[in-house]
């Protein structure tokens, strides 16, 4: 390289290196920025206690997914919109009921409209619990002030099996996941941008609790067809934005798990005893696992019960 061109080059570098930071550091510490007008917010108070809330502009307004862990993730969500732009959040979509996803909708909604899955509203206002609101407000002075005006404000559009949105220049492509997750969830697919939010049915480097009503042969199916999406980017309900290599962590956690407890299964164990002898050395460490693996495990004797054959991978 000639010493003029050389000159010219360092020049070059020192002005990238001035440039000012990307939007999304402007916006604090827990905002990623996905893509041009995409951001997530997560909430990193513990490795579990981790949702996200996302911001997607559009050229007719704001979507949200999800509203934040706490009442202060969702004020930090409502001060980031208001940074990145004068317009109005439209709509609030939610990829489940559980409240540290949709708890923050009154700091929107209205003029905001909430959209789910069919059965959110109802089990959004039957899991309510004002004794837990109020132990939530009594954590600290910082929460009991970003709860001011809270109410529960349950959807107002459920969809049935699919439902697409179109926002300005933004096209939302709503996948109804059954009750993989809570009793109603949502996986967002903005198939122009191919980011995909996962809801959480899947997550990654952590164990997710499965309740009575989550079936694991449908949350396969789910993460079958949303790894079929081919996402460039996965956002998860849980979780730093990661790839499709969520669903292969957590497709291979289900069917070993699947499998260990058919085999122990096959010896006559009771599921008292498969809860306490059954061994997952690869995922013992991970967070939430301890606790979560005999839950976990439950579910799988229940699939297997229910006639899901582990013989058939
Ligand atoms: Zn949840």
């Known amino acids: 390289m000639k010493t003029k061109s ?11 290196l001035l ?17 041009d007008g995409i951001y997530v917010e997560t909430a990193k108070s513990t490795p579990q206690a981790n949702s996200n809330g996302s911001i997607v502009l559009t050229s007719e307004g704001v979507v949200l997914i999800d509203t934040g862990q706490t009442a ?3 004020r930090e969500i409502a001060d980031a919109v208001k940074k990145l732009t004068p317009q109005p959040v439209r709509f609030i979509i939610d990829t489940e009921t559980h409240p ?4 923050g909708h009154f700091l929107f909604s209205p003029p905001a409209v909430i959209i789910n899955a069919e059965g959110a509203g109802a089990e959004m206002k039957q899991s309510f619990d004002a004794k837990r609101m109020s132990d939530t407000e009594n954590q600290s002075p910082e929460m ?3 709860l001011q005006g809270f109410r529960l404000i349950p959807p107002q559009i459920e969809y049935g099996n699919k439902m697409t949105l179109r926002v300005g220049d933004r096209t939302f492509e709503l996948f109804n996941l059954g009750t993989t997750h809570s009793l109603a969830n949502t996986a967002v697919w903005l198939p122009n941008e191919r980011v995909l939010f996962a809801a959480s049915v899947a997550v990654e480097d952590q164990i997710n609790t499965i309740r009575p009503h989550t079936n694991i042969p449908d949350m396969l199916a789910m993460m079958k067809m949303m790894k079929a999406l081919n996402a460039e980017v996965v956002i998860p309900g849980h979780g730093v934005p990661t790839t499709n290599k969520i669903f292969d962590f ?10 260990r407890v058919g085999a122990l299964m096959k010896q006559g164990k009771t599921l008292d005893q498969i809860k ?4 997952m050395p690869e995922y013992e460490n991970l967070a939430g696992a301890k606790e979560r693996i005999p839950n976990t495990a439950e579910a799988a004797y229940r699939s297997i019960k229910g006639g899901y054959s582990v013989d058939a991978k």
């Open 6 to 16: 050389l000159v010219a080059f360092l020049f070059a570098m020192c002005v990238l």
């Open 19 to 35: 440039v000012p930071p990307a939007p999304a550091q402007d916006l604090g510490p827990h905002f990623t920025k996905i893509k």
């Open 72 to 74: 202060i993730d969702s």
């Open 100 to 103: 540290d996803h949709s708890y």
């Open 144 to 146: 009991k002030a970003a």
């Open 250 to 259: 957590y497709t291979g956690f289900l069917e070993t798990l699947l499998q």
């Open 276 to 279: 306490a002898e059954l061994r």
